[in-house]
């Protein structure tokens, strides 16, 4: 008796647009691979999509998935194959169809391996056929230090000095996790003031400051207007309204218009911090879509401050960091983890040479 035919690999297919769905379903299907589901962001369900009826993820960060943020941070979070994401829409040709069948088998064959990793999250972008559009592994790694219950504060952390020097830390989709690993890598000892900048849905602004604050070290809590930023602690910027700074760094929200589809918009946020703390002003881009941070970034150089990335390899997507290291200085590009013990470390080094 023969050897049964392998089975095709089983595909769910989330795409916004019916037009570039059929497309890109299509294009899986000539090559093989069997589409379970096709659907768009909203109606995906995680329930339906376990690894007893689908084998991989595919995602195709169109215009209306990209803006829907809290669907896809839940999305990584709760998924239980490997997903990967397409960022830059249908190409034509057949060379790009094959890298993407090739990823997508190479996704599997790992979570079949005897010791199968996280769950495995990449991206491709199929707009130049080359080998360099596809883009190495990035681990999630889930596990981070959790901080006790009950947290004895001193008075001197609950007394903090305003901050003289401030970090943006900007992001998007894949920003929760590095954002949580960044954080609980910090010591509490730092005198720098932090503001997140995390694209994501109003909803979700307290949930995600909660989920840092038990994490980290220093204090997170989402920004109040007329309170001044202060070292050791860290203000999640809100999506609603403008951020704004006085001249002594005290917050002030505004009904301002936001520029650019998303919300926050990171560069407006870092050229307030740019204009406000100068040379003692800095900032990280991790992990998200498009361009957003790019022009800040040099904002935060004109100003004599500096601008850290994180690396592409440790990004869910690593279009933001990459676009800000095409157009703007970044002197540091690390995992987050590196990016906090780099920052330890250089501010102990200024102290000591005080």
Known sequence: MGNAPPRALRVALIADRETQGRDLKALLETNGLTVILDQTIRDYDPEKVTAELIDVLLVNLGDETS??????????????????????????GGGWGRKLIAKLSGLVQRRDSPEPAETAVEEVSPQVETE?????????????PQRPALRVVSPELE????????????????????????????????????????????????????????VAAVRVMPAEAGRTLRMREVVLVPVDKRFRLSETGMVDLTDEPIRGPYKPCIDEVMEEVARCYGNHSGAI???????DGAVGAKAINEAGGQVWAQDAESC?????????????EVSFSGTPEQLAAQLAMQVGEQAGAL
């Open 67 to 92: 803006l829907d943020m809290d669907h896809l941070e839940a999305l990584i979070e709760r998924s239980t194959v490997p997903i990967l994401f397409n960022e830059g829409g249908v190409p034509g």
């Open 132 to 144: 360099q559009d596809i883009v190495e592994p990035a681990q999630l790694t889930r596990a981070t």
């Open 159 to 214: 007394r903090a000095a305003p901050a003289q020097t401030v970090w943006v830390l900007g992001s998007s989709l894949g920003g929760p996790q590095a954002l949580k690993q960044f954080l609980s890598s910090l010591p509490d000892t730092l005198p720098i003031g932090f503001v997140i900048a995390q694209h994501i849905g109003k909803p979700f602004v307290e949930l995600l400051a909660g989920q840092l604050d038990r």
């Open 285 to 291: 881009i991790f992990s998200g879509m498009g361009e």
């Open 316 to 328: 869910v997507i690593s279009s933001m960091p990459d676009a800000t290291r095409k157009r703007s």
